[in-house]
C-alpha cells in the first residue's frame, strides 16, 4: 500500500490536472495553433525532454512505499518505519552509502587525514579508505584510473543500448499506424521530419550517456562525493530535484485562482471591487516579499510546536513545511499576475465581442468563463512558464537565509546553505554547491528556453 | 496651351520616379507569397499620380519598397526604381536615409502614430530641418512656423511648442505633412492621408494638398482605396488588384475605365442619387397611425462625468448625448449621421444599455425599457440587437463559427435541443450568405466582408426586430461594402427587420435609409426623408456636410 503525503497528493494531482489540460489542448484548433510553433523549435523540444527527465524523477520522488514491504532498506539514514519513495528504492545503494565525512567526486580515500591504526599496530597520519567509495580495490593507487574508465565505458555501453531501445521503441509508438518505422528513423536522421527529432534523439542519447556513466560509476562511487556527515551528494541532488520542481510547480497552482478571479474581477466590474483588489495587491506589494514569508514561516513553525501530536514524524513536518512554503509563495507572488490579468480584462470587456455577448443577454458569469477567461489564458502561460524558474530559485535563496524548507529537506537551497561554511576550508569542499548549481542550472536553463518558446508563441504581440 | 504641352513633353522625357516591373514578396511560413508581382509605373515631375486598391492589393507595400522601408519578413524580388535617374535599390542605406525626407516625404494613414508622443511639433520638424535643411537656433524656428502656417495650422507659434496628444485629428494630419514637407522633398507620398479623418476634415486635406503641389512644384504620389479622393487630385490613375496594374490612365478614367475590375469598384461606390430611385416603404404603405413606433426615444441624455481631485469629485460633465428625440417605425431605416465625436456610437450602446444613460426614455414597442434593470431589461430589449463596426475585434477569437452564433439562442433559451440549434445556425449561415461548412471555423479564416456577415447572423439569431447597425460598412473595402448592404436591405425585406443605421457616410446613408437624423454635439439638429435632407437640406450643419462630400459621389458623371 503507497503511504503518501499532501504534497504528493497535491502534485499527484497537478500531473492529472497537466495531463487533462494537454489532452483538452489537443482537442482545441485554436489552442493547437500555437503549441505547434513552440514544439517546432529545436530548443524547445531539447528543454522539453529534459524538463520531462527531471519531472519523472519527482514523480518517482513523490510516490511512497512503506519501509517493511522492503528488505533493502535497512538504513541508518532513514528512521525505522518511515516510509521511502521509489526513487529511495531504486538509489537504494548510493542511499546507504555512508561515509564518516567528506569525501572528493570519485574518491577513494577521505578528504581529511586522520590518525589512523595500520595493521602493523604502527599510527600514521594518513587519508582513511572510504567505507564505500572503491572498497572493492585491492590496489587503489595503481587500478583507480583503469578501474574509472573501464566503469565509464560500460557505463557509455549501457547508455547507447538504452538509446537504441528507447529510440526503437518511439520509432514504433510514433509510426504505429503510417509507415515504416525505420523511413521515419531515416528521415529523423536527415532532419526531415516535420518536428525536429533529430534535437530529440539527440537529447534522449546525451541524457542516456550521461544516466548509463552515472549508474556505472555510482555503484562503487560517490560520484559527487560525500557531505559533511558523509552522506552522498549526487543522492542528495537527485532528492532535491523534487523539492525544486514542487516548488516551482505548486506555488504556481497556488498563485493562479487569486490572480485570475481577483484580475478578472477588478477588471471587469471595475468601481469599489477593482479599489479593494487593486488596495490589497498595492498593500503586499509593498512589504518586503522576504520579510511577510519570514513572518508566515514562523506562525507556521508555533503552530506546528503546539500541534506536537500531529507531526509526529520528520517526514511528515518536513513535509508540512514544504507545503507551507509553497502556499506563502504563493500568496505573496499573485499580484504581478493579477495586475497584468486586471489590465488585459479592462481591455477585453471593452471589446465588441463581450459587448456583443451583453446585448444577447448573455449571463455575466458566462461572459467572464466564455469570452475573457479563455482570452486571458496566454498571459497566464506566459506568466507561469516563465514563473517556474524564478520560483525554483526563490526556493535556494530563501533556504539560504534559513526560511525555506526544512533544514531536514533535501533542497538546493540547503545544500548551497551548508556550502557557506565549505567553502571557507582549507582545501576546500566545491562538489556540494558544484553539485547543487549544476542541477539547479540544468532545470533553470530548459525551463527558461521553454518560456521563450511559449511566450513566442502565444504573445500576440509577437505573432507572425 | 502651348505651355501645358511644353510641360508634357519634358516630363515625358525624364519622369521624377519610375518604377519598373517592380516585385516584392513576403515570407508566410516556407513559402514567400507575392505581394507585388511586377508593377511599372512614373511619376511625372511636379506631377501627381494615384494608386488606387482595394486592401491587400498590394498598394502601400509599392510605396514602402521605393522607399526601401520593407519590414523584415518582405523581400524585393526584382525591379528597378529609379528617382531622377538615380537608381535607388543600388545606393547605400546612409545615401538613402537624404533621399527619406529629403527627395521624397511621406503621410501615413495614422496621424496618431506617425508622430512621436513624447516630442512637441515644432522639434520633429525641427529634426528634419536640420537634417536636411541643416538649419540651427532662430531660423530653424521660423523655419518650421512657415511650414505650419503652410499647412494651414491656425496660431503656429503656440503649436510649435504642444505634443501631438494636443492636436485635434485633423491639426496633427497638417502637422504631418508640415513634417514631410521639411524636407522640401520633390515627390510626396500620401498613404491613405484621409482615411482616419472625418468628412469635412478629408475635404480640407485634400484641398491643402491640391494647393501645396501647386505652390511648392513637388509631385505628388496619393495612395487610396477611396476613387472620391483620386477624382478630387490625381491627374493620372492606376487601379491596383492582387500585385499587379490593372488599369492607368489620365483623368479620363472617371468617364469609362477600360478595364471590368476598375468598372466594377466604380459601380460599387455608393451615391447620393441612390435615394431618388427607391421608394420608402413607410412612404409607400403609411402605416395606421394609432400604433407606437417600434423604437420611441424621448429626452435622452448620455453625461460622462469629469472627475478630479483625490475625491474624484464630478467636477463637470461631458454631454455625449444632449437631449436626443426621434422615433423609429417598423421595417424602416434610420440613418444617425454625424462626425466623430458627435455622440452617435454613444447613443447607440446607451439604448442597449451598454453605457448607461443619464436620463430620458426608452419605448420598444410601446414597452419602457429605461428604468429596468438587470433581466427585466434583458428581456424587455431582446428585440434589439447590434452589428458593430469593426469586423475583426467583434467575434470571440477563440470560439468556432457556430458557438458564436448559438451563443444568443442559449442565453435567450429559443432552441432548447442542439439539434434545432444547430439547424437554426444553419439556416443563419445561408441567409447570410456563407456555407453550411463556415459552422466549425474559427473567425480568423474569414475575411472582413465575411466577419460582417457573421456578425449579422449573430445579431439575426435572436430574432430581433430592430438591429442598431453601428458603421457596419466603414471598415470594409468599396466592393466589400456594396454586398453587404445589399444583404442588409435583403434581410429587411424578408424579415421586416428595422435599422437605426449609425454612420457618417451620407453616400451610404443615401443607399439605405428612409429617413436621415444629422446629429452634432449631441443633439439631432436635422430629420428628415433622406431625399430631403441629402438634396434639401434645411440646416446648416448638414449643408456643410454636404458639401464635403467628393464630387464623385454627388455627381453621376459615370456612365457606362
Not at chain 2, 507595400?61 to 537608381?87: C, E, K, W
Not at chain 2, 498613404?191 to 511648392?216: G, S, V
Request: charged share 20%; net charge neutral.
Amino acid at each position: 500500500m503507497p503511504v503518501l503525503l499532501p504534497t504528493d497528493i497535491l502534485f499527484l494531482l497537478m500531473l492529472l490536472g497537466l495531463a487533462a489540460l494537454v489532452a483538452y489542448t489537443l482537442r482545441q484548433e485554436h489552442l493547437r495553433r500555437p503549441w505547434r510553433s513552440v514544439i517546432r523549435s529545436r530548443s524547445a523540444m531539447i528543454s522539453l525532454v529534459i524538463l520531462l527527465v527531471y519531472l519523472l524523477i519527482a514523480l518517482l520522488d513523490s510516490i511512497r512505499i512503506p519501509v517493511s514491504s522492503n528488505a533493502h532498506v535497512n538504513s541508518t539514514s532513514a528512521p525505522i518505519g518511515e516510509p521511502v519513495t521509489l526513487l529511495d528504492f531504486g538509489l537504494g545503494r548510493i542511499r546507504d552509502a555512508q561515509e564518516k565525512t567528506y569525501s572528493a567526486p570519485l574518491a577513494v580515500v577521505a578528504h581529511a587525514r586522520e590518525m589512523i591504526r595500520q595493521a602493523d599496530g604502527r599510527e600514521a597520519w594518513t587519508y582513511p579508505r572510504l567505507q564505500f567509495g572503491g572498497r572493492h580495490l585491492a590496489n587503489p593507487e595503481q587500478e583507480h584510473a583503469s578501474d574509472l574508465i573501464r566503469r565509464i565505458a560500460l557505463g557509455l555501453g549501457a547508455g547507447i543500448a538504452g538509446w537504441a531501445l528507447l529510440t526503437g521503441f518511439l520509432a514504433l509508438v510514433l509510426t504505429r499506424r503510417r509507415s515504416d518505422p525505420m523511413d521515419f528513423l531515416r528521415s529523423a536522421w536527415r532532419g526531415e521530419t516535420d518536428l525536429p527529432w533529430r534535437a530529440v534523439l539527440l537529447a534522449l542519447l546525451l541524457i542516456s550517456l550521461l544516466a548509463g556513466v552515472l549508474v556505472a560509476l555510482c555503484q562503487a562511487y560517490h560520484v559527487f562525493g560525500t557531505g559533511k556527515v558523509g552522506e552522498d551528494v549526487l543522492y542528495q541532488s537527485l532528492k532535491s530535484i523534487r523539492t525544486g520542481v514542487l516548488i516551482g510547480t505548486l506555488t504556481t497552482v497556488a498563485t493562479l485562482p487569486l490572480a485570475l478571479v481577483l484580475g478578472i474581477l477588478a477588471g471587469y466590474y471595475r468601481g469599489w471591487v477593482d479599489d479593494v483588489i487593486q488596495y490589497l495587491y498595492t498593500t503586499l506589494n509593498s512589504v518586503p516579499g522576504v520579510l511577510l514569508i519570514a513572518a508566515a514561516m514562523l506562525v507556521m513553525q508555533s503552530y506546528m510546536a503546539r500541534h506536537e501530536a500531529e507531526f509526529a514524524s520528520l517526514a511528515t513536518r518536513a513535509d508540512f513545511r514544504l507545503l507551507a512554503l509553497c502556499l506563502i509563495l504563493g500568496m505573496t507572488s499573485w499580484t504581478g499576475l493579477c495586475r497584468l490579468l486586471r489590465a488585459e480584462t479592462l481591455k477585453l470587456r471593452e471589446l465588441e465581442y463581450v459587448q456583443a455577448a451583453r446585448v444577447l443577454g448573455v449571463s455575466q458569469g458566462m461572459i467572464l468563463f466564455r469570452h475573457i477567461l479563455p482570452n486571458l489564458f496566454h498571459l497566464v502561460l506566459i506568466s507561469v512558464a516563465l514563473d517556474f524558474s524564478s520560483l525554483v530559485l526563490a526556493e535556494a535563496v530563501l533556504s539560504y537565509v534559513n526560511i525555506g524548507v526544512d533544514p531536514t529537506t533535501e533542497s538546493w537551497g540547503n545544500m548551497i546553505n551548508g556550502a557557506r561554511l565549505e567553502m571557507a576550508r582549507e582545501p576546500v569542499v566545491w562538489w556540494s554547491l558544484a553539485s547543487a548549481f549544476i542541477f539547479m542550472f540544468a532545470l533553470v536553463l530548459p525551463a527558461n528556453l521553454f518560456a521563450d518558446a511559449v511566450r513566442d508563441a502565444f504573445d500576440p504581440r509577437r505573432a507572425e | 496651351m502651348t505651355f501645358a504641352a511644353s510641360t508634357m513633353e519634358t516630363t515625358a522625357s525624364s519622369p521624377l520616379l519610375s518604377v519598373t516591373d517592380l516585385r516584392v514578396a513576403f515570407r508566410q511560413g516556407q513559402d514567400w507569397v507575392p505581394a507585388v508581382a511586377g508593377v511599372s509605373f512614373e511619376v511625372p515631375k511636379g506631377g501627381s499620380f494615384a494608386l488606387v486598391g482595394e486592401s491587400g492589393s498590394g498598394k502601400s507595400v509599392t510605396a514602402l519598397s521605393v522607399m526601401r522601408l520593407l519590414p523584415q519578413n518582405g523581400q524585393l524580388q526584382g525591379g528597378r526604381v529609379s528617382l531622377n535617374g538615380t537608381d535607388v535599390f543600388s545606393l547605400a542605406e546612409r545615401d538613402m536615409s537624404s533621399i527619406r525626407g529629403g527627395k521624397i516625404g511621406i503621410v501615413f494613414q495614422d496621424p496618431m502614430t506617425s508622430l512621436n508622443p513624447v516630442l512637441t511639433i515644432g522639434r520633429q520638424i525641427g529634426e528634419t530641418l536640420v537634417l536636411h535643411r541643416g538649419l540651427k537656433g532662430a531660423a530653424l524656428r521660423r523655419r518650421a512656423m512657415e511650414l505650419l502656417d503652410q499647412v494651414g495650422l491656425p496660431d503656429p507659434a503656440r503649436h510649435l511648442d504642444e505634443y501631438p496628444h494636443q492636436l485635434s485629428g485633423g491639426m496633427r494630419q497638417r502637422a504631418m505633412i508640415a513634417l514631410a514637407l521639411a524636407g522640401e522633398p520633390e515627390l510626396l507620398i500620401a498613404d491613405e492621408p484621409t482615411t482616419a479623418l472625418d468628412m469635412t476634415l478629408q475635404a480640407q486635406i485634400l484641398e491643402l494638398l491640391r494647393r501645396l503641389r501647386k505652390e511648392t512644384g513637388m509631385a505628388l504620389w496619393l495612395i487610396t482605396h477611396d476613387f472620391g479622393t483620386v477624382a478630387e487630385v490625381a491627374d493620372r490613375i492606376a487601379v491596383m488588384r492582387a500585385g499587379v496594374l490593372v488599369e492607368t490612365s489620365g483623368p479620363e478614367f472617371f468617364d469609362g475605365p477600360q478595364h471590368p475590375y476598375s468598372r466594377e469598384l466604380l459601380n460599387a461606390i455608393p451615391r447620393l442619387e441612390a435615394c431618388l430611385q427607391r421608394e420608402s416603404p413607410v412612404e409607400a404603405e403609411s402605416a395606421p397611425a394609432q400604433a407606437p413606433p417600434l423604437l420611441d426615444v424621448r429626452d435622452f441624455r448620455v453625461y460622462y462625468p469629469i472627475r478630479k481631485g483625490i475625491f474624484q469629485r464630478t467636477v463637470d460633465q461631458v454631454r455625449a448625448v444632449d437631449g436626443v428625440s426621434f422615433q423609429l417605425e417598423r421595417g424602416e431605416t434610420l440613418a444617425l449621421v454625424g462626425e466623430s465625436g458627435c455622440g452617435k456610437t454613444t447613443l447607440g450602446k446607451a439604448l442597449l444599455n451598454l453605457v448607461p444613460a443619464t436620463s430620458g426614455e426608452v419605448r420598444l414597442d410601446g414597452v419602457k425599457i429605461t428604468g429596468q434593470m438587470g433581466g427585466a431589461r434583458h428581456e424587455a430589449q431582446a428585440g434589439l440587437q447590434i452589428v458593430f463596426q469593426d469586423p475583426y475585434s467583434s467575434m470571440n477569437p477563440r470560439m468556432v463559427v457556430g458557438n458564436i452564433l448559438e451563443e444568443g439562442l442559449r442565453a435567450q433559451r429559443l432552441r432548447t435541443t442542439p439539434a434545432e440549434r444547430r439547424e437554426k445556425v444553419e439556416a443563419l449561415l445561408l441567409a447570410v450568405g456563407l456555407p453550411v461548412s463556415a459552422r466549425g471555423r474559427y473567425p480568423h479564416e474569414f475575411s472582413g466582408g465575411q466577419r460582417q456577415r457573421l456578425c449579422i447572423a449573430r445579431a439575426l439569431a435572436v430574432e430581433p426586430r430592430l438591429v442598431i447597425c453601428d458603421e457596419p460598412t466603414s471598415a470594409l473595402d468599396v466592393s466589400v461594402q456594396a454586398q453587404v448592404i445589399r444583404l442588409l436591405r435583403e434581410l429587411q425585406d424578408r424579415h421586416g427587420l428595422s435599422y437605426l443605421f449609425i454612420t457618417h457616410d451620407l453616400a451610404v446613408v443615401s443607399e439605405l435609409a428612409d429617413r436621415v437624423a444629422v446629429m452634432h454635439s449631441g443633439r439631432i439638429v436635422e430629420t428628415g426623408k433622406t431625399r430631403q435632407v441629402l438634396f434639401n437640406p434645411e440646416n446648416d450643419y448638414t449643408r456643410r456636410l454636404l458639401a464635403a462630400l467628393p464630387k464623385l459621389h454627388k455627381s453621376a458623371r459615370t456612365h457606362f
